[in-house]
């Protein structure tokens, strides 16, 4: 047995080392990379500064968290992965105890200063204090900020509630010229995360990224497509508006002289009118694009005001008495509309005189 141990310690010490890794090795790791080799985080870490530095960004997708028709807003929840090489954090992993990577606070190594281009808020640092950065020992750095995005974005209401917007999110280095950064996509650009939160009105459709190219900088965009959720919209808004129109067709259907014809009518108009004052505050608020709904819901406004005028007439031409004429006008639109076969009373009378 103690000759067997002997063998496994001479072959170790002959053929390879024990590496451990310690609290010194990144102590000392540290103290290399950014006291000894002077580091600063305003310099762009590359050797060559004639040749600009490759920035990729991959945009994952947590969640909408809302949409505001009116401001033509997009509020977005997820975080981006942003991967670049930084020459001067690279090191021997031999040398430091076989340490291959380290994690360092965001905000003491250099890193572009990425932003929402088309964003609603003022531009930010993206990130937090406290989220550290991943570096390997090729200078492979890598940054993941999470943050809440509220994007630019052209809401078309025009088919509400069955409506489909697409939106854009455009990522730019904010004072770096392409001659000093150039920003991709990574990889598929745009991903759902695996717990995707799931939003109440709105439902994710798609999602895609392109790179972009302008004269002085370079931009990533991700395009979300987003529909509207209709049940709720079709329940407590399309439905009801539709049997208020089957009930204004049935009002011809009370005799005239019974007087509740008009009753009817005008509560019919009441409720359209209390119905629209209910829905008003949920139909998408712009002039930018009128809803096809708000369209069908004047015009029945307008058609239940023509047959409250019209049952209006009918009920006091039913309640005339035989010694009253007609109104002037019915009579002069009676002439106006008769066929020329059809004569008057006076006509026939001097006919057959």
């Not at 000093?180 to 745009?190: A, E, F, P, R």
């Not at 717990?195 to 979300?224: C, Y």
Request: proline residues 4%; aromatic residues 12%.
């Amino acid at each position: 047995m103690t000759a067997t141990w002997c063998l496994i310690i001479s072959l170790t010490f002959l053929f390879g080392t024990v590496i451990s890794q310690s609290n010194i090795n990144v102590q000392k790791l540290y103290t290399f990379l950014f006291t000894t080799n002077n580091y600063n985080t305003l310099i762009r870490p590359s050797r060559n500064q004639s040749v600009p530095l490759s920035v990729h960004v991959i945009f994952t997708l947590y969640g909408i968290s809302g949409v505001d028709e009116i401001e033509q807003k997009l509020t977005a929840t997820g975080w981006l992965d942003v991967e670049w090489t930084d020459e001067l954090l690279s090191w021997t992993p031999s040398s430091f105890g076989g340490l291959k990577y380290i994690y360092y606070p965001q905000g003491k190594v250099w890193k572009p200063d990425i932003s929402l281009q088309n964003g609603f808020s003022k531009l930010e640092e993206l990130g937090s204090k406290f989220i550290s950065v991943f570096i390997d020992s090729n200078g492979l750095v890598n940054w993941r900020p999470f943050q809440v995005f509220e994007s630019k974005c052209d809401i078309d209401s025009t088919y509400f509630p069955f409506d489909r917007q697409t939106c854009h999110l455009d990522f730019v280095a904010w004072s770096l010229s392409n001659v000093d950064v150039h920003i991709t996509k990574g990889g598929k650009g745009i991903q759902l995360a695996k717990d995707v939160q799931r939003h109440g009105e709105w439902e994710i459709l798609s999602s895609s990224a392109l790179n972009l190219v302008e004269s002085h900088e370079t931009k990533v965009r991700f395009t979300i497509v987003i529909q509207r959720k209709p049940v709720y919209a079709i329940i407590n808004y399309i439905m009801p508006i539709l049997l208020l129109s089957i009930l204004d067709i049935f009002t011809f259907k009370i005799p005239v002289d019974t007087g509740e014809r008009m009753g009817y009518v005008i509560t019919v108009w009441l409720a359209y009118a209390v119905f629209l004052t209910i829905i008003s505050d949920s139909l998408p608020q712009t002039s930018e694009s009128i809803p096809i709904v708000s369209i069908y819901i004047m015009i029945q406004i307008f058609i239940a005001t023509v047959i409250v005028i019209i049952s209006a007439i009918e009920s006091g031409c039913a309640h005339l008495s035989d010694d009253e004429s007609v109104y002037y006008l019915l009579r002069e639109l009676a002439k106006k509309c008769r066929k020329p076969s059809v004569q008057s009373e006076p006509e026939i009378s001097k006919l057959l005189g």
